[in-house]
C-alpha cells in the first residue's frame, strides 16, 4: 500500500533522512522508533508532503504521490498528533467533520459518521456530540482526535506519538480501543512513536531509525529474538525476551489436554494424575467444566476417601484469549508455577506452566531442542 523508493530529506549539509527504502502493506501498522533526531518524524511527515522530499519516491496504491496535488493528498490522508489539535471554537461533531465538509460530505451524512465513530470508541453521541473540547477529559479529546482523522475513510493513517501525553491508564485504554477499531478497519497506518512496548504491542511491523538510516524493518517478534545489530538490540532493551511474552497467546503455549478431577473423585485417582503430570496440583471442575477449585497432589498421596473435603480456592486463572505476559504476572502474583486456563464462558480449556512459556521461547529463538 505504502512503498518508500530511496527517500531522502536534506537540510544543507544535514541529511535527516539517508535513502530509505520501506514498504507497508495494506492493513498493516508499522511503527517507527528510534532515538531523538533519528529521522522517523521526517519520513512519515513526508508521505503527506508536510516535509518536501529532497529526493526518492512514495508511492500510496501504486500511485506516485509527488503527481498529487499537496492539499488534496492531505485530505485523502488521515493524521494524528500528539497534541490532538481539536478546535476549541468548534463542538466535537464538527471537529469530527472538517474533514468531510471540506470534501462536500452530505451534511446529514458526515453528521451520522461522527455519530458512530464516537460509538465506536465508547464516547456516548447523544453526551458528546454537542459538547465542546474544553468539557473533555485528555483521554476523550484524544479519541476524538484518532476518529477524526478516520471521518472521511481514508485507506492511509499517520499518527504521531498518538498517545505520548496521555496517563498510563489512558493510554492502554486507548490503545486498546485504537486496536479494536483497526481489527475491523484494517486501515495502513504509518505510526511514529518513541516506546518500543507500545509498537511491540500495536504493530504488525517495526521500521528502527538511527542517524536517518533505516536500521531494521521486522515483525516485532523477528526484532526482539534477532535484532540485526548492537543497536537495535540495545535499543529495543536486554528484556527483549520479556517484551516477547506479549506477543504470545495463552491459547497457543497452554497445554490442551488438561487432566482434571472433580470433587467426588477419589484420592485414589488423583495420586495416579500426580505421578503421570509434573504439576504440584490439578483444577477440580463442576459437571459444566468450570474451574471450582484445585486439589495439591502432596494432600493426595496417601490418603482415602474423596477429594472435596480437601479442596483449595484455585489461585488464579487465565484466559486463553490473554497474552502469555498477564500469565507469567498472575503466576508470580500467586506464587505458582502453572495456571488453569479458561474461555470467555470461564470453562477449563487447559494448562499453562512456566516451563511450558520457556521451551516456547527457546523454540522461537532456535534454541530449543
Known sequence: MIRLERLTKTYGALTAVDAVDMTV????????????????????????????????????????????????????????????????????????????????????????????????????????????????????????????????????????????????????????????????????????????????????????FRDGKLVQCDTPDTILAHPLNAFVADFVGSDRALKRLRLMSVANVMQADCPTLKAGDSFERAAKLAEEHDLDGLPVVDDEGHPIGMLRFEIARGRNGHIAEHLESLPASVRTSSDVRTAVSLMFANAVTWLACVDESGKLKGYITQRAITNSLSLATGHGK
Open 25 to 208: 502493506g495494506a492493513g498493516e501498522v508499522c511503527v517507527l522508533l528510534g532515538p531523538s533526531g533519528c529521522g522517523k518524524t521526517t519520513t512519515m511527515r513526508m508521505i503527506n508532503r508536510l516535509v518536501t522530499p529532497t529526493s526518492g519516491k512514495i508511492f500510496i496504491d501504486g500511485k506516485d504521490t509527488s503527481s498529487t496535488d499537496e492539499v488534496q493528498l492531505r485530505r485523502s490522508i488521515g493524521y494524528v498528533i500528539q497534541q490532538i489539535g481539536l478546535f476549541p471554537n468548534k463542538t466535537i461533531e464538527d471537529n469530527i467533520c472538517v474533514v468531510p465538509d471540506l470534501l462536500g460530505w452530505d451534511r446529514a451524512k458526515s453528521r451520522k459518521r461522527a455519530a458512530e465513530l464516537l460509538d465506536l470508541v465508547n464516547l456516548n453521541p447523544g453526551i458528546f456530540l454537542k459538547r465542546y473540547p474544553k468539557q473533555l477529559s485528555g483521554g476523550q479529546q484524544q479519541r476524538v482526535g484518532v476518529i477524526r482523522a478516520l471521518a472521511a475513510d481514508p485507506p492511509v493513517l499517520l499518527m504521531d506519538e498518538p498517545f505520548g501525553a496521555i496517563d498510563p491508564i489512558n493510554r492502554e485504554v486507548i490503545q486498546d480501543e485504537f486496536m479494536k477499531l483497526q481489527a475491523s478497519l484494517k486501515k495502513t497506518v504509518v505510526f511514529v512513536s518513541h516506546d518500543i512496548d507500545e509498537a511491540v504491542k500495536m504493530a504488525n511491523r517495526i521500521a528502527i
